[in-house]
């Protein structure tokens, strides 16, 4: 049992690069969801997925595309990158249902530089 | 919509001095209250969790109570070690299901 696993752990882009960071899960959750952490801000909600083929919108989702065609992968999509996207990027899993107290399970973190 | 105010920090402790980081959120309904740890070059734990009022959460000598009357949640650890240096992050779960998170606070136990 992996957990919750992220691909790559470092990245260096250019601006105007394209690129997809990687986030799989193998605990059968439900609810996935892409987090930013920058300095003195906290974690900040991108995009989130309550199941297979539905997503939604988080905070800060603008530069950002997501999509969700199984249960276990959720890769977040840069388009086009910009220096503002630089970043460290947190990938988390959690079961759905009534219960209020599904632990969120975190990846390591993709840390991503765009000059 | 929901929010979490934590202490600013970086909170600068001797080994085995009391710890306290304030929590307060804003939501509608009952929210489920959780401190995250994320240790250096890390991802995020979790820490300890509280799903309604008076609910006490404790893990590795930290506790915190969920105080519906002050909306608070606030962290305490009676004697800390060097290894609890980390950021600490407050969260609640709202009724949309969404966790929002403090933006962290900074702690720093030295020998």
């Known amino acids: 049992n992996a957990g919750v696993t992220q691909t790559p752990k470092f990245q260096v882009l250019k601006t105007g690069q394209s690129m997809t960071l990687q986030c799989a899960q193998d605990?059968?959750?439900?609810?996935m969801s892409w987090y930013r952490q920058d300095p003195g801000m906290g974690l900040r909600l991108i995009h989130y997925?309550?199941?297979?083929?539905?997503?939604d919108q988080g905070e800060v989702p603008n530069g950002y595309n997501v999509s969700r065609s199984t249960t276990e992968d959720f890769p977040l999509r840069l388009l086009s990158a910009a220096p503002s996207q630089t970043s460290v990027y947190f990938c988390?899993?959690?079961?759905?249902?009534?219960?209020?107290?599904?632990?969120?399970?975190f990846g390591p973190g993709t840390r991503l530089t765009v000059t | 919509g929901d929010s979490v105010t934590q202490m600013e920090g970086p909170v600068t402790l001797s080994e085995e001095a009391f710890l306290t980081i304030n929590c307060t959120y804003t939501?509608?309904?009952?929210?489920?209250l959780f401190w995250y740890v994320q240790y250096p070059g890390e991802g995020l734990q979790l820490l300890l969790k509280?799903?309604?009022?008076?609910d006490k959460g404790s893990n590795k000598g930290f506790e915190a109570t969920y105080r519906k009357e002050t909306t608070s949640f606030h962290l305490e650890k009676g004697s800390v070690q060097v290894s609890d240096s980390a950021v600490y992050f407050c969260?609640?779960?709202?009724?949309?299901?969404?966790?929002?998170f403090g933006k962290g606070t900074r702690l720093h136990i030295l020998p």
């Open positions: 939501a509608t309904g009952y929210p489920s």
């Open positions: 509280a799903t309604k009022a008076d």
């Open positions: 969260a609640l779960r709202g009724r949309d299901d969404k966790i929002i």
């Open positions: 605990m059968n959750h439900e609810y």
């Open positions: 997925s309550v199941g297979a083929g539905i997503t």
């Open positions: 988390a899993s959690r079961g759905a249902g009534a219960g209020p107290s599904y632990e969120q399970y």
